[in-house]
């Protein structure tokens, strides 16, 4: 794991935006296209901003896949993830994109949507993987104890307190009863088949969840600890989130 720990949100935006555009200019300069995940939250603004922005993308050859959705939760709500990634990415680009695969999480079977989006990722191996990491350690909607070893690409899981709590947190909903307790989610498994990862962490209040995935077990108790075994995976930090590493920033 390669970290970054940049002096502003801003920063860290741009800084996870270049690297990001620099991984699908080459994948689209190698094969003439590129396959990427986008994660939504408040931790991905800026990130999402500054890839919009970058220059040299043909962004008619890249396939886009959503990382996770509430279960239940129309796209007109505010909190909504599809509601989030059309305005606040798809909008923004320069042109359309090859394909958009969005979440439809208020589709009547939720199963049946994980294994609509499976079979598609299935066709379209992922370039890139934006993702961040949730206060209580949990990357993706895979809340702990996460599962670690199932090998389907998208899957229904039941969402924490914390997790729950965190949303609330971050304006999200009027109030805790508001927040969904399950969600469609990208599995750890999926995730982790993606050629590179970009994780990118501000806030002091996510710095426990980033020094247990950096310096506690590698466990499923901190979901986004496994990062730690990609091959290719930069990790992203403000210095409020990496404040309470042991190492000096």
Same mark, same amino acid.
């Given at each position: 794991?390669?970290?970054?720990?940049?002096?502003?949100?801003?920063?860290?935006?741009?800084?996870?935006?270049?690297?990001?555009?620099?991984? %699908?200019?080459?994948?689209?300069?190698?094969?003439?296209?590129?396959?990427?995940?986008?994660?939504?939250?408040?931790?991905?603004?800026?990130?999402?901003?500054?890839?919009?922005?970058?220059?040299?993308?043909?962004?008619?050859?890249?396939?886009?896949?959503?990382?996770?959705?509430?279960?239940? %939760?129309?796209?007109?709500?505010?909190?909504?993830?599809?509601?989030?990634?059309?305005?606040?990415?798809?909008?923004?680009?320069?042109?359309?994109?090859?394909?958009?695969?969005?979440?439809?999480?208020?589709?009547?079977?939720?199963?049946?949507? #994980?294994?609509?989006?499976?079979?598609?990722?299935?066709?379209?191996?992922?370039?890139?993987?934006?993702?961040?990491?949730?206060?209580?350690?949990?990357?993706?909607?895979?809340?702990?104890?996460?599962?670690?070893?199932?090998?389907?690409?998208?899957?229904?899981?039941? %969402?924490?307190?914390? #997790?729950?709590?965190?949303?609330?947190?971050?304006?999200?909903?009027?109030?805790?009863?508001?927040?969904?307790?399950?969600?469609?989610?990208?599995?750890?498994?999926?995730?982790?088949?993606?050629?590179?990862?970009? #994780?990118?962490?501000?806030?002091?209040?996510?710095?426990?969840?980033?020094?247990?995935?950096?310096?506690?077990?590698?466990?499923?108790?901190?979901?986004?600890?496994?990062?730690?075994?990609?091959?290719?995976?930069?990790?992203?930090?403000?210095?409020?989130?990496?404040?309470?590493?042991?190492?000096?920033?």
């Amino acid at each position: 794991m390669n970290i970054k720990v940049c002096d502003s949100k801003k920063e860290l935006g741009h800084a996870s935006g270049f690297a990001a555009a620099e991984l %699908l200019r080459k994948a689209i300069a190698e094969k003439g296209k590129a396959n990427l995940i986008v994660a939504t939250g408040a931790s991905q603004f800026d990130t999402l901003a500054s890839l919009s922005a970058e220059k040299g993308i043909d962004w008619t050859r890249v396939t886009m896949f959503h990382l996770d959705e509430y279960v239940g %939760l129309p796209e007109s709500h505010p909190a909504s993830f599809r509601k989030y990634l059309k305005e606040r990415f798809v909008a923004k680009l320069p042109a359309l994109l090859a394909m958009a695969n969005f979440v439809n999480g208020d589709f009547a079977d939720p199963h049946a949507e #994980c294994e609509r989006l499976s079979e598609l990722i299935k066709k379209h191996p992922i370039d890139v993987a934006l993702v961040g990491i949730g206060e209580n350690g949990h990357l993706a909607f895979n809340d702990p104890p996460a599962d670690f070893n199932t090998e389907e690409p998208y899957i229904v899981v039941k %969402l924490d307190d914390k #997790c729950r709590q965190q949303q609330l947190g971050e304006g999200w909903f009027p109030n805790f009863d508001a927040v969904p307790s399950r969600a469609i989610s990208m599995s750890i498994r999926q995730i982790m088949k993606s050629k590179a990862i970009i #994780c990118t962490v501000p806030d002091s209040r996510k710095a426990e969840a980033v020094k247990n995935t950096i310096e506690g077990a590698l466990s499923n108790l901190c979901p986004a600890s496994v990062l730690r075994m990609h091959p290719h995976c930069e990790l992203f930090l403000d210095r409020p989130a990496a404040s309470e590493l042991s190492w000096k920033i």
